[in-house]
């Protein structure tokens, strides 16, 4: 164990452009931003509108914040390259997309095909071509191993080894603690990539088990959290005392929108009060991280849920942690982008370290 690493959370605002159904039902646009890509002594800014005027506008700064325009290269020049550099160097990393559903985690994390790739399969790219250049001008050699699973109604599931029946699989994987290596998911799948092309078909076939459990249940993927986790091992052929290893996750969230009254019943309102369970257990492990950050010393409640369990280490141990909110520009959902924003606005507080992960 070496060098030590210390930061706040990033904290990334992101805010998508109207959809067509906003645009045909004349919402207003409530969200004004003064953008920042990260660069040194950059300020952005977040001005949120009561579309009633009830409220003064809520000013929010943040050191990166996209606009509606900014291209997908862009988010992944800003939040991707720099989480996967510190993976090479060692560090565990996570970036996780928080927002409501419909705000656009997913094209943010996943994204769609050519100019519209997401942050992981770009991290996915680059992470080949590195080594690729890497392997070609060293003695360094590297194995990268995938997982890839979801937690839905506080049940993790293995979506690169998917059940057929979900329901057969009562509780799912559980969450232990080694020693040494921590936190990790028993018995879960992780299946080792030679190749882009490997990730690829992994993260589809990952996202299409998740697809067809959405026709099942009630459109799984707004109510469950996904991570993905890649892991990269360094070996140098010369020097073998050189071992350095290190994981980075990608989160997409399950949508942080309060849970309606409105027709909720039996399941549907059993998996509500789960993804609250789990996204408020989030919030208040947040709020717990900025107190201890403040200098009080409070309890950390990570065992209230899955999610804040599987994330421990990101949040506040060894890991260094992106935030990327994601928000609609719509009128119509100001309560929830004003949640999203306090919510964002907290965690630039949480400080983490990272201790670099070598031998
Ligand atoms: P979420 O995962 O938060 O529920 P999605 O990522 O599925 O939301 O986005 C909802 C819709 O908005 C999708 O059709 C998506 O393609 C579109 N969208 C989201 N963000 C953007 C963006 N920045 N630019 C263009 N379209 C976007
Ligand atoms: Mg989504």
């Not at 690829?200 to 697809?211: I, P, V, Y």
């Not at 990269?232 to 997409?252: G, M, P, W, Y």
């Amino acid at each position: 164990m070496g060098d030590k690493a210390s930061d706040c959370v990033k904290v990334a605002i992101r805010c998508r452009p109207p959809s067509t159904k906003e645009i045909n039902n004349g919402e207003e646009s409530i969200v004004e931003m003064t953008e920042a890509f990260g660069e040194e002594g950059e300020a952005g800014q977040v001005v949120l509108s009561d579309p009633n005027a009830h409220d003064e506008p809520g000013k929010f700064a943040f050191d990166i914040v996209f606009g509606l325009s900014v291209a997908q290269s862009q988010i992944y020049e800003s939040v991707g390259r720099p989480a996967l550099q510190k993976t090479f160097e060692g560090y565990n990393g996570t970036i996780f997309a928080y927002g409501q559903t419909g705000s656009g985690k997913s094209f943010t994390m996943t994204g769609a095909a050519g100019d519209l790739r997401g942050i992981i399969p770009r991290v996915n790219e680059e992470l080949f071509a590195q080594i690729a250049e890497k392997q070609s001008s060293s003695t360094c050699r590297f194995l990268v191993m995938c997982s890839f699973f979801e937690i839905y109604n506080e049940i993790i599931f293995d979506l690169l080894n998917p059940v057929a029946d979900r329901t057969k699989l009562g509780g799912g994987l559980q969450i232990k603690e080694h020693p040494v290596m921590g936190i990790y998911v028993k018995d879960l799948t992780e299946i080792v990539a030679e190749d882009v092309g490997k990730v690829e078909t992994l993260l589809e076939n990952g996202n299409k088990s998740r697809a067809v459990s959405s026709t099942l249940m009630n459109s799984v993927s707004s109510r469950s959290h996904s991570i993905f986790t890649i892991k990269i091992h360094q070996k140098d052929e010369e020097d073998t005392s050189r071992n350095v290893f290190a994981k980075l996750n990608l989160v997409d969230l399950a949508g942080s929108e309060r849970q309606k009254g409105t027709g909720a019943s039996g399941q549907t309102l059993k998996e509500g009060a789960n993804i609250n369970k789990s996204l408020s257990a989030l919030g208040n492990v947040i709020n717990a991280l900025v107190e201890t950050a403040n200098g009080k010393k409070v309890f950390i409640p990570y065992r209230n849920s899955k999610l804040t369990r599987v994330l421990q280490e990101s949040l506040g141990g060894n890991s260094l942690c992106t935030m990327l909110a994601t928000l609609s520009p719509a009128a119509c959902n100001y309560e929830e982008t004003m949640s999203t924003l306090r919510y964002a606005n907290r965690a630039k507080a949480i400080k983490v370290s990272a201790t670099k992960n070598e031998e």
